[in-house]
């Protein structure tokens, strides 16, 4: 084919991707073309600000490892993560959801635990904090016999594959709902902590001036045959970056009350001030398939 001028190349270019095979990855191709023709023209792009920006295409790549997801990353800081999770949750969009950001740091298998044991695998100093969650299908029944996978960051703002001083596996388990749709264990209260800022992520959240601490949260992926997979976060109620959060992550529904005690706690040797969090999931029909993990 021989191209005329700028408007006969994206008709070429569409055309092409219209003799695509599978249906919807012909939606997604012919869609994806004529948006990105589209924002070329719109912003004028010039030739340096194109190289500059197959260099950063490239970076991402080369800056994400076993332990480091940068496009991940940067998905969540374009606000694109969390646009995806709010349009396929929450009846398509339409109602409020416990859905959000599977985040960079999930490993898949974490160690079965018992209702009412610990994630502490090694010496964490922090608040102690007992979580009761409880997971309902949408008329409010209680799903029994579903996986909860629990992980979050160390009171320093640190998950155990990025801090040697952590066990593997500490302050992650995987629990299993009881016939109320209950699980329960004991931890110690998240912290915030800094996104990776020395590649690409971090020339854009300084380029923009903004800060890169998310606000403390707790991880829960909950997972049932008929249910689909519930990824979420339930952040810390008093956390000042609630509403600067550089991954656009929060919610109103999953703010959550991480409640305070200074009297003596459930627990026989759990020193006080401890922390107390009751929430509750509500998990749909679907498929339950597990998210494909972000690192090794």
Not at 137 to 149: E, I, L, R, W, Y
Request: aromatic content about 8%; some cysteine; glycine content about 8%.
């Amino acid at each position: 084919m021989i191209i005329r001028d700028h408007q006969h190349l994206t008709e070429t270019a569409l055309a092409v991707m219209e003799k695509t095979p599978d249906p919807r990855l012909r939606e997604i191709l012919v869609a994806l073309v004529k948006h990105l023709h589209s924002f070329v023209r719109e912003v004028k792009l010039t030739e340096p600000e194109f190289q500059n920006a197959l260099a950063i295409i490239n970076s991402i790549g080369q800056q994400s490892s076993d332990t480091h997801n940068e496009a991940s990353v940067l998905a969540g800081s374009l606000g694109v993560s969390p646009l995806v999770c709010l349009l396929n949750n929450g009846n398509n969009g339409t109602t409020e959801t416990t859905a959000n950001l599977l985040g960079p740091f999930w490993r898949m298998n974490a160690p079965r635990v018992e209702n009412g044991d610990t994630l502490l695998r090694s010496p964490t100093p922090g608040p102690p904090m007992f979580v009761n969650g409880q997971v309902k299908d949408p008329q409010g029944n209680p799903v029994v016999g579903a996986d909860a996978d629990i992980w979050h960051s160390s009171p320093v703002g640190l998950y155990e594959q990025q801090d040697p001083e952590q066990a593997e596996w500490n302050l992650r388990g995987m629990f299993k709902t009881n016939e109320e749709g209950r699980f329960w264990f004991r931890s110690v209260r998240p912290a915030g902590y800094p996104l990776p800022v020395e590649g690409v992520v971090g020339d854009l959240l300084r380029a923009q001036q903004r800060q890169h601490y998310r606000p403390a949260h707790l991880h829960v992926m909950i997972v049932k045959p008929g249910f689909k997979t519930l990824i979420s976060q339930v952040y810390v109620h008093d956390d000042p970056l609630l509403d600067k959060d550089p991954q656009f992550g929060v919610t109103r529904a999953l703010v959550g009350d991480y409640v305070r005690h200074d009297e003596a706690a459930p627990e026989p040797g759990v020193p006080s001030p401890w922390y107390s969090l009751d929430f509750n999931f509500t998990i749909e029909p679907g498929e339950s398939r597990l998210p494909r993990p972000p690192i090794k």
